[in-house]
Nanobody, 126 residues
Framework: QVQLVESGGGLVQAGGSLRLDCAAA????????MGWFRQAPGKEREFVAVIDWSTFTTDYADSVKGRFTISRDNAKNTVYLQMNSLKPEDTAVYYC???????????????????WGQGTQVTVSS
């Protein structure tokens, strides 16, 4: 069992940066592949990034590639999402999620994940 709590959201101007943290409670965090998803008003939840639990392999949505970086510190039970060059279209509630499986192509699907945080709001003004 893993409990996830996101933090770090807020209001930022276009072109700015934010870092989201996802703290996990649970002694098996290092065994979980961790992902970030986002959901804008009136839209479906979409994949943002994922990091494998052991190889640290990463994957990104095309819309954020080159601007966002996912990383993790298993000693701190935390996964991070560094967001640079933010755009108004990045505005959404951001969720972290965990699954006890290695990274694969299915890691881009929200249905693959077992555990979810409550979400943190990111608003990018133009």
């Amino acid at each position: 069992q893993v409990q996830l709590v996101e933090s770090g959201g807020g209001l930022v101007q276009a072109g700015g940066s934010l870092r989201l943290d996802c703290a996990a409670a649970g002694r098996t965090f290092s065994s979980y592949t961790m992902g970030w998803f986002r959901q804008a008003p009136g839209k479906e939840r979409e994949f943002v990034a994922v990091i494998d639990w052991s190889t640290f392999t990463t994957d990104y949505a095309d819309s954020v590639k080159g601007r966002f970086t996912i990383s993790r510190d298993n000693a701190k039970n935390t996964v991070y999402l560094q967001m640079n060059s933010l755009k108004p279209e990045d505005t959404a509630v951001y969720y972290c999620a965990g699954m006890r499986r290695p990274y694969s192509s299915s890691s881009r699907y929200s249905s693959s994940y077992t555990y979810w945080g409550q979400g943190t709001q990111v608003t990018v003004s133009s």
